[in-house]
Each structure stands twice: as structure tokens, then as C-alpha cells.
């Protein structure tokens, strides 16, 4: 039987964006400032002060979702706008701006996949106690996502808790305002992690218990990790890699457990997070429905050369140039990470692998046997506006129509995918490089410093979504 080549029925089509990189109004109707609104003005680039002004522009910004055809739409909740204080009285201005958000979302039939927790702590808390390093974090994190949850019980079904823990730890003192004194003290990105493992599992409880059918998983961000080459060393440090960087999390959230290799490893190394009696049973209590995967690139490893073998922190490409990526991540005597020779990149020396969404699809799919959904893949790249109001952005059309390919393999041999939430659905303020790396489907008329009007543009990739989503995929499956 030859039969039309396109996505499952009731597959979800949308895509996401976070508070702090879209909404701006960062202090605006009682919100007090996160971490991410600190962190962003000391970068060089933008900040999250005004970023896409989707705080004021909600609706039309809704509209065009409808228009292009959105059945979900993934957003993130900024903990700092319903708790300025990080605890305590709620502001009720702030909730009710997300009370709004989501009603308008349900009115134009599209459904709205909530993040509760994407990088920005109240900063309230971060001046309290130094934010996630603490243990009170979770208590707090537990506050807050707790009121939310019990808000939107009847409305939302599917919940995303924590955005990208494994980035959280690449990037610990980018993702968390950490103070200086921890600077040098590498142990601390593990007990982040920690306690964040147990307020994922804590807000995994709560969804179960508050809402009927409802359904949790955090969102990693995940890259499938390649060998340089076939030789035993580079092998084993593939293993290794996986280990420390992909198993890490995904054992938590589905098996409830560390992997023992990893964590032998960190305590060997002096790095292993505090475990407290009784956080295994939490973690294993608070099991996560599905996975959200936030594939950009795949990475590759070599094992480190006995006269080059240090602990050696990423550094992002801030320049966007290729090949100025500042520095690659290091583990003595485990891995290091290397550029893949065999696989392109973009401008910020990201690889561009639309078979590793395939190849990690599967894996994942091996290993735990859960059902999973997109919650971001993109190419940040310089989009230009024309001066008849176009943008033609085709490397963007045929890295998203690779993509999609991939999955739909995957799932012709068995994964379960349940939706595809790309990144961006307007151009949001980058973590790492402000307005000029965008991604967004449809354009914000904005410079990097420059605020201009801030008027939304709709790109090709937005009208080469739509007839995607209007033919459930067929229109490139076939
Ligand atoms: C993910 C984050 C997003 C997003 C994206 C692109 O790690 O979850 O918030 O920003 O990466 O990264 P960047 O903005 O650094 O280009």
C-alpha cells in the first residue's frame, strides 16, 4: 500500500518562546527583577528589559499563531511577575497577564504547553539565600509552582517543569546569578542540579495530583554525542560523555536514579552534589510522562590527551563568526568535547546535524521507552529585513524541512513523537548573543541596542509553516 507519507493524527504544531526573551516589561505592573534580567545587561548585547514586547503585543502576536495554523504553543511562566518576591503575596496584576495569555490561547483553539521554571529566578531569592545554590529553593520553587499548577489545573493538560537542567550546568554561572565566592567551586553546578532535580520531581507530584489526566516532563537540552573516530579511547569517551551529559538527567527523570558510571566519576573528582536522606525516594516518587527535547546540534568527543587534560569550561562563540567559539568543555581523564569535522555549522560554530534528531529520537526512545515532544530546534542565523517587508529565509526553511524529516523517520520506525514545538515562534532576545542571532518565524523589528517599532514581519519559514502544519507534514514528507 502506498500511503500519503505525513505526521500522526492529533499531532501537536507550534512553537515556543520564554518570558524573560520575549515579554519584556521587566518592571512593569508589580514584576521585581529576575536573575535573567541582571544577567542579560551585563552580556554586551540587549537586554530583557523591552525584548519582543510580547508583555503589550499578546494578542496580535496570538493572532499570527492562529494564522500560521498553531495547535500548541509552548511559553514560560516568569516566576518573578506572580511572585516579585520569589514567595509570599501574589501580584495579582502579574498572574492575571498570564490568566489572559492562556484564555486567549484556548479561545483561538491552540494549546497552551506552560514552562514553569526557564532560567529566571527571582533575583529576590538569588539576594536571599543565593538563589538555586541553596536547598530553600526548593521549598520556594515548590510555592510557586503549586499556586500555578492549582490555577491552570482545568486548563492545561501538558506541563513542562524545568527548562534545560543540562545547560543549567554547562552554563552554571550563565543560567544562575552565582556569586563570585562559588567562582572556582565546580561542585556547585551539581548541587544546583540536585536540588533542581528534586523541585522538577516535587512539581511532577503536583501535576499528578492536581490535575485530572494531566501529563509532566521537563525539557532537556539534549545533543547526541559522536566519537571523533572509531579508536577504543575516543570510544570509551563517547561513552563517557553520554554518561556525564545525557544520562545524567534522563536516568533522573526515568528511572530515578544518577548513573552510577557519572557519579562515581564526579565523587572521584570531588564534584558530586550533597544527597540528602530521603531525596532519592522524592525523586523517584515525582516519575516524569514525557520528555521534552531541545535539539539544536550534536556534539563530538575525543578523550583527552595525557598532556592536555584538565577540567576546561565551554565558552560560546560571541562573535558569530565561525570558528570563534571561545573554548570546548573539557573533563580530565573522560572527554573532550571537539569540533566534528564531518558535520557543518552556523555562524556561532553550532553543528547543523538534522540526523542526529533521528539518531537521538531513537536512542532516547531505546533507553526509556516515553513518549516525546519537540520543545525547541532552530538556526540562529542574521536574518534581513527587504525593503518591500520580506524576509527570505531559506537556510532556515531546509534546516526545519531536515528536521522534520528526521522525526518522521523515527517515528515510521517506532519513537513515539507527539508534537513539534520549534524554536522561535517570534524573534526573542538570544541567551548568548541579544537580536542578532534570530530564529524567530516571524521577524521583530528591532536592532540589538536599537528598539525601533518593534513590528512583527512574517518570514518565508512562517508561510512554509503553515502549509506544514495545514498538510500535517505532507506537504515536505513526500
Ligand atoms: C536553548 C534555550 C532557549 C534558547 C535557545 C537558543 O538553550 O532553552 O532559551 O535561547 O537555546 O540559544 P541561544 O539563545 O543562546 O542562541
Redesign the pocket.
Known sequence: MNRKKEMPANFLWGAAT?AF?VEGAALEDGKKLSQMDVLNKNTGFSDASIASDSYHRYKEDIKLMKECGFTAHRFSIAWSRVFPNGTGEVNLKGIEFYDNFIDELIKNGIEPIPTIY??DMPMALVEKYDGWVSRQSVEDFVYYAEFIIKRYKDKIKNWITI??QS?IVEFWKKKNYVPEKYHNNHQIKYQINHHMNLAHAKACQLVHKYVENGKVGA?I?YSPIYALDSSPKNMLAMLNAENLKNHFFLDIYFKGSYPVGAMKYLEEQNLAPIIEEGDMDIIKAGYSDFLGV?Y?ASKCVKFPSPDNNYLREAK?NLEGKKGAMGAYEMMPDFYEYIKNPNAETND?D?TIDPSGMEYLLRDIYQRYNIPIIIT?N?L?AYDKLEDDETVHDDYRIDYWTKHLKSIHRAIELGVEVFGFLP??FVD??????GYN?R?GLVYVNRGDKEIKDLRRIKKDSFYWYKKVIESNGASILN
Open positions: 520564554s526573551q526557564h532560567y527548562n534545560e545547560i525539557a537540552g531541545n539544536y560560546s556561532w553550532w525547541e532552530g540562529g524554536w522561535s526573542v532576545l538570544s541567551t548568548s548573543n542571532k530564529y
